[in-house]
């Protein structure tokens, strides 16, 4: 009798694991990391802020590395370390890293480069760790030409000034409105 006891309880033992396994296999498919970035082209302009973005759906506290890749040859590639998570592994203090989770449960793990250097142009890789490790390349293409720079801001101001002007107009023209209106609560009133 006890012998049957114990074979019935390892079998409910065996069968709470496979179940358990099986669970485990189809949660665990449904939740692979996967980067969703829709840019890998970035363009910035020297002195300027470069922000690449890497963005990860079910990332799972699963850990991100960014590095620069520099590409010797065709199987050669050498990797500087940047960021593993928001653990910094750089000494330049023009890379930071930014981590943000919205709505939809996805991780922006974003590198920014500061005061942008013609050396800072090439690519970069957001690398996630799982049983299938994924990455994404990103290339970031620097260019000087403080010419066009210049007209870009002159061309951003004078839309500023438009725009004020703009308001400004608008303001006066609600103001004779409201100005015309209290005129006609007054002649009603005293009619």
């Not at 296999?25 to 922000?51: C, D, L």
């Not at 940047?82 to 890293?97: E, G, I």
Request: glycine content about 0%; proline content about 1%; some cysteine.
């Amino acid at each position: 009798m006890e012998y049957k006891q114990e074979t019935i309880l390892i079998w409910k033992i065996f069968i709470c694991l496979l179940f358990f396994i099986i669970n485990i296999n189809r949660i665990s498919a449904n939740s692979e990391p996967k980067i969703i970035s829709t840019q890998n082209e970035i363009i910035a302009y020297v002195n300027h802020t470069a922000k690449l973005s890497c963005i990860i759906q079910n990332r799972n506290q699963r850990h991100v590395t960014w590095s620069r890749v520099h590409f010797m040859n065709e199987t050669q590639k050498l990797i500087n370390l940047l960021y593993v998570d928001l653990l910094k592994y750089t000494s330049l203090n023009r890379y930071h890293l930014t981590h943000l989770v919205d709505k939809d449960n996805r991780d922006h793990l974003n590198l920014e480069i500061r005061q942008i250097h013609l050396s800072d142009q090439g690519y970069y890789s957001c690398f996630v760790t799982a049983i299938k490790p994924i990455s994404e390349i990103f290339h970031l293409k620097v260019i000087d030409n403080t010419r066009n720079v210049s007209l870009a801001l002159r061309s951003t101001l004078d839309i500023q000034q438009e725009k004020k002007e703009e308001i400004n107009s608008l303001l006066s023209l609600i103001n004779i409105s409201i100005s015309n209106i209290f005129l006609m609560i007054i002649l009603i009133l005293i009619i």
